[in-house]
């Protein structure tokens, strides 16, 4: 009914930048919530960044700084810019939402996530 898919990943060096984003598209009345995780083999996926409907935002400290997660509401869309990354930033990055669809509850949604590689 929902479906979040994620663009913008790939490889790049240490102190490079990368710009995430995240489309919603299906059966949507409203998108509350959205924010970015990432997770590592062997670790919990732990949160990147989120941001509410209207706009206040929240970071885990690694990415205070350096991360800017927007939004754009017009198109149901989550964007993550990342800079200054480094190697520790390697993992796969997911997106995610709270999604009330039409006719039916809100309930959680996960995109299929995609890999960043910091590596020189």
């Known amino acids: ?55 206040p935002t929240n970071y885990s400290d690694f990415a205070k700084g350096r991360f800017t997660i927007s939004r754009d509401n017009t198109n149901n869309t989550v964007y993550l810019q990342m800079n200054n990354l480094k190697p520790e930033d390697t993992a796969v990055y997911y997106c995610n939402a709270d999604v009330a669809i039409t006719s039916g509850p809100t309930d959680d949604y996960w995109g299929q996530g995609i890999q960043v590689t910091v590596s020189s």
């Open 1 to 55: 009914q929902v479906q979040l898919v994620e663009s913008g990943g790939g490889l790049v060096q240490p102190g490079g930048s990368l710009r995430l984003s995240c489309a919603a598209s299906g059966s949507i009345a409203s998108i509350y919530g959205m924010g970015w995780y990432r997770q590592v083999p062997g670790k919990q996926r732990e949160l990147v960044a989120a941001i509410a409907a209207r706009g």
